[in-house]
């Protein structure tokens, strides 16, 4: 299998209730291709789903690191 990744259609409002939901659904397409592009490649699926808990928690990581350096930044130039 190839993986050719396909663009994500954004959200349609900021406030629906399942806005977290279906952001998942959007997603869900892509990650399954490239965790079955894994597999056959001849990765285990216990290591594929591993990786990509590790990927996504790094990921979440770098988010929060990224938000405190703004904080901390704004927080330094109002100094």
Known sequence: MSFTMKSIAPPLT????????????????????LAISAVEAGWRPEEVAAALVELADHLMLGVIANRDLGGNLAFLRRS
Do not use: I, Y
């Not at 900021?14 to 291709?33: G, I, K, N, Y």
């Open 14 to 33: 900021t406030r629906h209730p399942d806005r977290f939901l279906a952001l998942q659904e959007a997603m869900a397409d892509e990650v399954s291709d």
